[in-house]
């Protein structure tokens, strides 16, 4: 792949494009982490949906270090997007011409952590949390944090639920038939294609990326996740290689 065009996916200077190939890279990896993670550690990390639900779950039947532990973890996913916050927004002071890099090497420095290390903190617990799940649900905090503020809250990569539901809007609307011609143009139903276009790409990388981690996962073990630390690493080093990504 062109060193240039790494460098423009993480510049500073953005455009539709670039933020969906981004997206759809980060997509990739996410899933790849969310499904493979499973594998590992016998929870999906990005579901912060699930882990609420399971903490009140937990708290109502009486087990509160099981509600206690759901809750943890999804702490740990905010405390990820709260780094990437406090990162992004300091380097865009300090050194704008790497705005996201330092996020993205961040990343990639947990993940291969998490590679060479993860089967050794699956013995290590906090309340009945592995260190393992507690790193996953931060790098997935991190992560969703950064695409949602370089694409403006456009794109998210760590969870399919809004995405599966603004497709399912958009395809309402393709559907719907304007038969009454004598209501103004405004008042149209008409379906947003470059949303579906959108959104229908990175639920199709998600998916994609969960197979190839499970997969992964399954046949190599956590080492699965250093060609996923690779990429990320190539995304974020790429500007400083490049001589058009500060202009």
Same mark, same amino acid.
């Given at each position: 792949?062109?060193?240039?065009? &790494?460098?423009? !996916? #993480?510049?500073?200077?953005?455009? *539709?494009? +670039?933020? @969906?190939?981004?997206?759809? %890279?980060?997509?990739? $990896? ?41 809750? &943890?973890?999804? !702490? #740990?996913?905010?405390?990820?997007? *709260?780094? +990437?916050? @406090?990162?992004?927004?300091? %380097?865009?002071?300090? $050194? ?60 998210? %990569? ?90």
């Amino acid at each position: 792949m062109p060193q240039h065009y &790494l460098a423009q !996916l #993480s510049s500073p200077q953005r455009s *539709a494009k +670039t933020n @969906l190939h981004l997206g759809v %890279t980060l997509c990739w $990896i996410a899933g790849a982490l969310n499904a493979g993670g499973f594998l590992a550690v016998g929870q999906y990390t990005s579901h912060m949906t699930g882990l609420l639900s399971s903490a009140a779950d937990e708290l109502i039947l009486g087990h509160s270090k099981a509600a206690l532990a759901a809750l &943890l973890m999804l !702490l #740990s996913f905010i405390c990820g997007a *709260a780094c +990437t916050a @406090l990162i992004v927004n300091y %380097t865009k002071r300090h $050194i704008p011409r790497y705005v996201y890099a330092p996020v993205l090497f961040w990343e990639a420095i947990l993940l291969l952590i998490f590679g060479m290390l993860g089967q050794g903190l699956l013995k290590h617990e906090m309340i009945t949390v592995s260190f393992t799940a507690i790193l996953l649900c931060y790098m997935m905090g991190l992560q969703n944090a950064l695409i949602t503020k370089i694409s403006n809250a456009e794109i998210r %990569t760590t969870h399919i639920t809004g995405l599966v539901t603004d497709i399912g809007i958009e395809l309402g609307k393709m559907l719907y038939w304007n038969r009454d011609d004598a209501h103004a143009e405004e008042t149209k139903v008409v379906v947003n294609r470059q949303k579906l276009r959108l959104h229908s790409q990175l639920v199709l990388s998600f998916a994609i990326g969960a197979v190839m981690g499970a997969a992964g996962f399954k046949y190599l073990g956590f080492i699965a996740s250093v060609p996923l630390s690779l990429a990320l690493i190539s995304l974020a080093i790429a500007p400083a290689f490049s001589k058009t990504s500060g202009k």
